[in-house]
């Protein structure tokens, strides 16, 4: 069996009169991530990982931010093509790890809804994704709640020869 890991990244400014998606589901927050899509740095920076792991580059390469295509697009429609897009080249999803970096809203009772919505999509095991949250201690863009990042490792497995 031959497996792969890819390291995802993203970083969204917060701002009023956005809604805030994470993880594929709307939260309730006074401002929202600002972003040529719907923003959703978790599921950014798991398109990313996959594709990373996957040698294909990265998000903004096939969703660039300058098409008319993907403008307020639904980051959940980006994932399930982002796992096309590694099947075609003969992988599957393994398993997700990840974190996002907010001050708020605090994302632990959000989290077994985001596993949910996104195990659906990505076809895996709830099981196989692990969300995990965390702040800044008031440091930083993230402590200033200027913004909400997230990282994401995937493990990608080769289905086809």
């Known amino acids: ?13 917060l701002v009023e009169n956005r809604d805030l998606w994470m993880g594929g589901i709307k939260l309730e927050h ?27 580059r990265d998000i903004g390469y096939h ?3 300058t098409a008319n295509e993907y403008e307020n697009i ?4 980006l994932l399930k093509k982002t796992v096309k897009l590694i099947a075609d080249k003969g992988y ?10 907010a001050e708020h809203p605090k994302m632990n009772p959000h989290i077994e809804k985001m596993k949910s919505v ?7 095991d709830v099981d196989d994704i692990s969300i995990k949250a965390t702040t ?7 402590g200033r709640e200027e913004g909400i990042s997230a990282y994401a ?9």
Not at 35 to 47: N, P
Not at 92 to 101: K, L, Y
């Open 153 to 161: 490792v995937a493990l990608i497995e080769k289905t086809i020869a």
């Open 136 to 142: 800044t201690e008031k440091l930083g863009f993230t």
């Open 118 to 124: 996104l195990a659906e999509i990505m076809q895996i």
């Open 74 to 77: 639904d980051s959940k429609i």
């Open 1 to 13: 069996m031959k497996i792969k890991v890819g390291l995802g990244y993203d970083v969204h400014r």
């Open 63 to 65: 969703f660039p931010d």
């Open 30 to 56: 006074t401002k929202g991530l600002l972003g040529h899509s719907d923003a959703d740095v978790l599921i950014h920076a798991i398109c990313d990982a996959l594709l990373g792991a996957a040698n294909m």
């Open 92 to 101: 599957a999803v393994g398993n997700i790890d990840a974190t996002i970096c």
